[in-house]
């Protein structure tokens, strides 16, 4: 798997984990991938997917139970459009709005690509 440099790499995980929850690829309450199968699936020390399990729990996106590994919370999927949305209006727009106003854009521009990068990345 590659990463970006700028972000640390159990925040890009983070991420991952988010989107198969948002996606309803991982569904509440269903067990998700061991700290060591993780790991062995995105190349990973196991560390890192440790760090982001910690991470995910302290947010209760997913639960811990003994004997059992990680799951995703029953509330999973709104705990998750939550810290997207706080993080993405924390971190993300202020950036897409000068890229927007240096290279002379307004959000009319972008609807058509947005709707075409849609209809190709999440349509069924």
């Not at 993780?38 to 990973?44: S, T």
């Not at 971190?91 to 000068?98: E, K, P, Q, R, V």
Request: charged share 25%.
């Amino acid at each position: 798997m590659r990463f970006r440099e700028q972000i640390p790499i159990y925040l890009q995980i983070v991420d991952i984990v988010c989107e198969k929850i948002i996606l309803y690829q991982w569904l509440p309450q269903q067990r998700i991938p061991s700290i060591r199968d993780f790991a062995i699936e995105l190349m990973v020390n196991p560390n890192t997917i440790k760090r982001t399990y910690e991470f995910l729990e302290q947010k209760e996106i997913i639960f811990i139970q003994r004997g059992i590994g990680f799951s995703v919370s029953e509330d999973g999927y709104e705990k998750v459009l939550i810290y997207k949305k706080e993080s993405f209006l924390k971190n993300d727009l202020a950036y897409f709005f000068s890229h927007l106003y240096l290279l002379n854009l307004n959000l009319q521009d972008l609807e058509d690509d947005f709707n075409k990068f849609i209809k190709e990345n999440f349509s069924k």
